[in-house]
């Protein structure tokens, strides 16, 4: 048996209801943008296919959203109680994003409640898309806020600490520090491009299962030419990522990596396995990849681990979740390239199965992707609650019975993720979108 | 005014509008479930469902917005009543989270299910239980703070006829504002049984009212005298409260201005809950921290300010064409719309 240790219960709590949390927050700030797509382009065409489209989507999204809201009242509750020593640091120098976030939520949460309820009041359809926007705009500030709180973890700045007492705070420097520009660019992109694949997995299921209503194809394509776009801006942003790894954690670039003496021209390790003397074997070497992500030049300088001290490196399995990432990224730009690329040469096979199956796959590979993203951020980071400044357990709370509160989560996560699931299937399930179409719009002839 | 007094201010403005609405949302929840077993018509269900369905999320930021400003406005809190409350609000988190979700399965998904329903209809009225436990703490004598630790102390708490007459007081009231609305809003749709049922119920609920508020203010002047004392300096605002409360009823009774009745519950809560307040300053845990030495830095004193006011200038609008929309338009509420 091991003791009980609030901080280490802490960790697991807070990583469980984030990782659970995260699923439904992605969804929620990528599925508004594309409800607005598909609107939009109902509008533009006249054509009631994409209209149906987002009124469908928009109907599953509130599961979602209801989910990621109890799961972020969740998450937002339990920094106060699993980290109070942190919170009270952080109430003093981050506390003001945190607080724009929830007018970004109540923004986005009347304008939701608003758009879905409003389908058929106003004469001109541009009225009711109108009213998306500000869900859009909500959603995607929402993470934005929040990521700069990350980010403040990663780089803290903007206070001075002398002997335990914060002077000379800043709110805005702390929330501009230079995590900023890239994590919070890279969440909300990936957030969309995870969004696109969840739809065009749907879609793509539909045509495995033979059916091919032209409905389905529109969604198939207006969710693959999206997430071709997100998926080539997330390869472009990750690079930014890793350079600012290099320049300001380079230790946790280092363990990604397994990059353990600092050198010039260093490749990148994919895969492989780690023995202890830092021998590493069966692993794919890319030569210069390293500097090059790291710097944009083969022939840069890569600080390596062994240049810190133990003490402050992090765990070093946040290689294969760096990897799977990576690989994902790359599997997501290629299948909807592939997508892209067949339809142009080669239309009779655009609905090959394989094709397909390849794009159902994406779905959840992408909201893999995020979770493998953040827990290696998250754990990278590590000893670290404040690089550099406090560490993860002087951060917890030194309350009893957090043991039993996870264990009580656990349940609650486990109730809510399948419920969620029963209800999604039933709702669509039973009201399939052939059906729907026919009774508000009536046959058509280029349905088939 | 200080900015520490200003600060609170805004926050208990907030914790004040989420009582209201809240309470409005778990009691027409519960109702819903009451009405579905003992087979009431269904059309009150319809009616319950119309005001609820575009609002609720709504609702549920009013707590986040209050609970990130205290941390933000008064960090230590996170420190005392974080440490103190994990076990209380942790299962609160867990009550709000079966009935946000519940609430979205049973409306948005494919048909209604009574064990949904039942679940957020239960869950309503124990989320403002659990959660008065916050309250209750703030009072001291239920927590312990010695060398750096802090402890809840159950057996105080749950032996305590303070912390009880709280939880009565706070779901009877759920009940209570919930129904003085829906009867309006019926009124309004032109919902006649409807109608009937909630002014029964809003009837009902009103003695009870009054009789568990008396049991909270016995509780605390046997708990915390010196807060009671505080309490006794501004009795004129708990009497203002007890006349709108009286007009609420006579309004009721007399079937007239619904509209003007419901106005009036929400000021008898609105100067309960100042006076409340109030006189607990400047305490926000008693004998342990008040909120002088709780408060932030001013730099984020201010920037937290100038982002409420930005934040508030975009949300009015938006408040006011979503009550439009929904509240105000009656052709909504009667169901002609949808
Ligand atoms: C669909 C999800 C997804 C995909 C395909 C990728 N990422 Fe990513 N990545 C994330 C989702 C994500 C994330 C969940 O959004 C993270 C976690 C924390 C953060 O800031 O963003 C992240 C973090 C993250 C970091 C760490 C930043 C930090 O700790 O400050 C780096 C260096 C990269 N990514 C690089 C890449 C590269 C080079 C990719 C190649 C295509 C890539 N990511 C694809
Ligand atoms: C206010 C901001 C945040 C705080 C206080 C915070 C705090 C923490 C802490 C203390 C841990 C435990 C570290 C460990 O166990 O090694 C953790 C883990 C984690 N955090 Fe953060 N974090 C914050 C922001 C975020 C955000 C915005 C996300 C994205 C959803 C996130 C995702 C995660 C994940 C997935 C883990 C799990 C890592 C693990 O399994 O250990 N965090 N967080
Ligand atoms: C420590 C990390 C986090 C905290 C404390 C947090 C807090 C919250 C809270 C309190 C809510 C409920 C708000 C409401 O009542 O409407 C929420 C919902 C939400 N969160 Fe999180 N969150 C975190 C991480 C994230 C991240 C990383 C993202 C985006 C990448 C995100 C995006 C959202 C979105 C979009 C919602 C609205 C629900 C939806 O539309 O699905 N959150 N979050």
Redesign the interface.
């Known amino acids: 048996m091991i003791d009980y240790d609030p901080a280490t219960y802490s960790r697991i709590l807070t990583g469980l209801t984030l990782g659970f949390h995260i699923i439904f927050a992605s969804i929620g700030v990528g599925v508004p943008l594309m409800i607005a797509l598909a609107e939009w382009t109902g509008l533009r065409k006249r054509d009631p296919h994409y209209t149906l489209l987002a009124r469908r989507w928009a109907r599953g999204f509130v599961i979602t959203v209801a989910v990621g809201v109890v799961t972020g009242t969740s998450i937002g509750l339990q920094l106060s109680l699993l980290w109070p020593n942190f919170m009270e640091l952080a109430g003093q120098t981050i506390s003001l994003p945190l607080f724009m976030e929830t007018f970004a939520f109540f923004f986005e949460a009347i304008f939701l409640g608003i758009y879905l309820y409003t389908w058929d009041r106003f004469k001109s359809g541009w009225r009711h898309f109108l009213l998306v926007i500000p869900v859009v705009i909500g959603a995607s500030l929402s993470a934005f806020f929040i990521t700069t709180v990350n980010s403040f973890m990663n780089q803290p700045q903007g206070f001075e600490l002398v002997n335990g007492v914060l002077t000379d705070i800043n709110p805005l420097v702390a929330m501009f520090n230079p995590a900023t520009p890239t994590k919070t660019a890279h969440v909300i992109i990936t957030c969309y491009l995870a969004s696109a694949f969840v739809l065009g997995a749907i879609a793509a299921t539909k045509m495995i299962r033979g059916n091919r209503h032209a409905y389905h194809k529109k969604a198939l394509h207006l969710t693959m030419v999206s997430a071709f776009v997100f998926a080539a801006s997330t390869a472009a942003i990750g690079d930014l990522s890793g350079k600012y790894l290099a320049e300001y954690q380079p230790e946790k670039l280092a363990a990604a990596e397994w990059h353990f003496e600092t050198e010039e021209q260093a490749p990148l390790i994919v895969g492989g396995f780690l023995a202890d003397n830092q021998e590493v074997t069966g692993a794919l070497e890319i030569p210069y990849a390293l500097s090059i992500l790291a710097h944009s030049n083969p022939n840069e300088e890569v600080i390596g681990l062994n240049e810190f001290p133990e003490s402050d490196t992090p765990p070093l399995y946040i290689h294969y979740l760096f990897d799977g990432m990576v690989g994902i990224g790359i599997y997501l730009l290629a299948i909807s390239f592939m997508y892209l690329l067949i339809r142009r040469i080669k239309p009779a096979w655009q609905y090959n199965k394989w094709l397909m199956r390849g794009i159902v796959a994406g779905g959840p590979l992408g909201i893999l992707a995020i979770e493998f993203g953040w827990v290696f951020a998250e754990v990278g980071r590590q000893p670290w609650i404040l690089h550099q400044i406090m560490r993860t357990p002087e951060g917890a709370t030194t309350a009893e019975h957090v043991d039993i509160m996870l264990y009580l989560f656990i349940a609650l996560y486990i109730a809510l993720g399948v419920t969620a699931t029963v209800v999604l299937r039933r709702m669509f399930k039973e009201n399939p979108a052939a059906h729907e179409l026919e009774q508000r719009y009536g046959d058509r002839r280029d349905d088939k | 005014m200080n900015l520490e007094i200003l600060g609170m201010g805004v926050l208990w403005l907030f914790l004040y509008g989420y009582m209201i609405v809240s309470s409005i949302d778990f009691g027409a929840g519960f109702f819903h479930f009451f009405n579905k077993i003992s087979r009431k018509d269904h059309q009150v269900n319809s009616l319950i469902q119309r005001y609820l369905?575009?609002?609720w999320?709504?609702t549920?930021?009013f707590?986040?917005?209050f609970?990130?400003?205290i941390?933000?406005f008064?960090?230590?809190?996170?420190?005392?009543?974080?440490?103190?409350?994990?076990?209380p609000?942790?299962?609160s988190?867990?009550l709000?989270?079966?009935r946000?979700?519940?609430?979205?399965?049973n409306t948005?998904?494919?048909?209604d299910s009574p064990v949904y329903s039942f679940l957020y209809g239960a869950t309503g009225l124990l989320i403002p239980a659990s959660l008065t436990i916050a309250l209750t703490i703030s009072e001291g004598g239920y927590v312990n703070v010695s060398n750096?630790?802090?402890?809840l102390l159950y057996g105080e708490l749950f032996s305590s006829l303070y912390a009880w007459s709280v939880v009565i007081l706070a779901i009877i009231s759920v009940l209570f504002i919930s129904s003085a609305f829906l009867q309006y809003y019926a009124q309004k749709a032109g919902d006649n049984t409807s109608y009937r049922l909630f002014r029964r119920y809003t009837l009902f609920w009103s003695l009870p009212t009054i009789l568990a508020s008396g049991l909270v203010f016995i509780g605390i002047r046997q708990h915390n005298p010196e807060h009671f004392s505080g309490m006794l300096n501004i009795w004129w605002m708990f009497g203002l409260s007890f006349l709108f409360f009286s007009l609420v009823v006579y309004l009721s009774y007399r079937r007239k201005r619904l509209g003007t009745a419901f106005v009036f519950v929400m000021l008898q809560y609105f100067s309960a809950w100042f006076g409340y307040g109030a006189s607990h300053l400047p305490w926000l845990l008693y004998d342990e921290l008040t909120i002088y030495d709780g408060f932030?830095?001013q730099?984020?004193a201010w920037?937290?300010i100038a982002?409420?006011i930005?934040?508030f200038l975009?949300?009015i609008p938006?408040?006011y064409?979503?009550m439009r929309?929904?509240l105000f338009d009656a052709a909504y509420i009667r169901g002609e719309?949808?």
Not at chain 2, 81 to 87: E, I, M, N, R
Not at chain 2, 108 to 111: E, Q, T, V
């Open positions: 369905s575009p609002v999320e709504v549920n930021v707590f986040v917005f609970f990130v400003g941390v933000g008064f960090p230590s809190t996170a420190y005392y009543f974080g440490t103190a409350l994990l076990v609000v942790s299962i988190i867990v709000i989270a079966i946000g979700s519940y609430y979205a399965f948005y998904g494919a048909k750096g630790q802090v402890r932030v830095n730099t984020m920037s937290l982002a409420f930005a934040g975009l949300l938006s408040l064409l979503l929309l929904f719309r949808k």
